[in-house]
């Protein structure tokens, strides 16, 4: 699923997002992943969307597929950095503290289809690993040449390494092959994410997040589209069988994250639970001061889900003679779901406070005790 971003996303002001120094061990974040965390790749290489993406934070479209932050950003505010500027843009990026490699619609797997058949994105996880290798050679070699933009060539083995991504090869072909088609390939995808940890470590990296798939049997836009018997539906109103299928690739990346962690013994490898935070918001949204979980705020239709998979946010089409528009509520603060397959500022602001409690690593990890932690507005 491809979501197209604006052409005003260079107007961002990298960094202007109430910037607070701070002391922490991680100089820069390098990121890799999908729409969840995309701070602006994909509007970079591809035609524009417009509103009302980025309504509520930066008032107008940024390239974030959602309302306003994503994960990512909430981090690096917490560390007292700007935001990760995406490596694809080349006006008005700052990468002295990283550089965010995630695209909307990217896979960890190489696609066997192309972004204007499927709209599955080109920049897969093995492209976005040799952007970021692209990028630590051209930071070694323009080395004391002026290049204010650019971080010292020390930086690599002072930066935070995250990973949200997999949701795609998960979700993509689960209309087509079913859950247990999916789960063929599963082990290749988890195998890809370690290999690039091992990598990225033989270059420096020595910290590793590793965010786990989110409970796509609560989205509205797979509710809607994925095939299912009522029987199927839980107490929250979520899909269980996929729900359960999702569990199972977490525990096959944890236990190959923790092999992993054997092998690079000097490395912090860890596997981040936000699988669970993510659930509770959509399970027990009003007992985290939201109100809607399953139901999306930017869509057509209303009903449980407000999602129609003809019509997706910002957009408006001809459908048997009437015009169908999918706009965007006036709350999006009391919504889990933004437009059906991503996470709102507010659910994104909630799942980052997760991570920076400390209470979600596997093994434990104190970002405490590296940082001096910033409150994320």
Known sequence: MSFWCSIVVWLLLIGSSSLVESKCAFEAIFNFGDSNTDTGGFCAAFPPQGSPYGMTYFKRPVGRPTDGRVIVDFLAQAFGLPFVSPYLQSIGSDFKHGANFATSASTVLMPQTSLFVSGVSPFYLDVQLQQFKEFKVKVDALQNKGNTNLPPSDIFGKSLYTFYIGQNDFTGNLASQGIGGVKQYLPQVVSKITSTIKEIHGLGGRTFFVLNLAPIGCYPM????????????????????????????????????????????????????????????????????????????????????????????GNTKEIDGQTLSATACEDPYNYVSWDGVHATDAANKQIASAILSDSHFDPPFSLHKLCDIQRIG
């Not at 359960?244 to 639970?273: H, I």
């Not at 007992?287 to 399953?294: A, F, N, P, W």
């Open 222 to 313: 797979f509710l809607v589209q994925l095939s299912h018997d009522s029987s199927d539906i839980d107490e929250f109103g979520c899909l269980k069988s996929y729900n359960n299928a999702v569990v199972e690739y977490n525990n096959m990346l944890k236990e190959a994250l923790a092999q992993t962690r054997k092998e690079l013994s000097d490395a912090n490898v860890v596997y981040v639970d936000t699988h669970s935070v993510l659930l509770e918001l959509f399970q027990h949204p009003t007992s985290h001061g939201l109100k809607y979980g399953t139901r999306a705020c930017c869509g057509h239709g209303g009903g449980s889900y407000n999602f129609n998979q003809q019509v997706l946010c």
